[in-house]
């Protein structure tokens, strides 16, 4: 079983940057896929980008060029850069992991909140 712990939300002005990070504990295989969804109020939840175990990434196209999604593997840990933050980026976002043959493993996510 994995357990996910996220950090790095918070509040930020228009135009301004936040890293989330997604710290990933317990039985973690070599080959998996990680990421990041969002929910914002009265909507549903939206994939915002993902990443592999061998590195290949994936974006929301509403979130191209100005968010990036890494990993450090020996920390088993998933970052997400945000930039350009707009107020509609704001909601409650949430780190996953999957991996064949597993139930997906979800954080319990944090808040981003963009506003002036």
């Known amino acids: 079983q994995v357990q996910l712990v996220e950090s790095g939300g918070g509040l930020v002005q228009p135009g301004g940057s936040l890293r989330l990070s997604c710290a990933a504990s317990?039985?973690?295989?070599?080959?998996?896929?990680m990421g990041w969804y969002r929910q914002a109020p009265g909507k549903q939840r939206e994939r915002v980008a993902t990443?592999?175990?061998?590195?290949?990434?994936n974006y929301a196209d509403s979130v191209k060029g100005r968010f990036a999604i890494s990993r450090d593997g020996a920390k088993n840990t998933v970052y997400l850069q945000m930039n350009s933050l707009k107020p509609e980026d704001t909601a409650v976002y949430y780190c996953?992991?999957?991996?064949?043959?597993?139930?997906?493993?979800w954080g319990q996510g944090t808040q981003v909140t963009v506003s002036a």
């Open positions: 996953y992991y999957n991996t064949l043959g597993s139930p997906t493993a």
């Open positions: 317990g039985r973690i295989f070599s080959i998996y896929v």
């Open positions: 990443i592999t175990s061998t590195g290949s990434t």
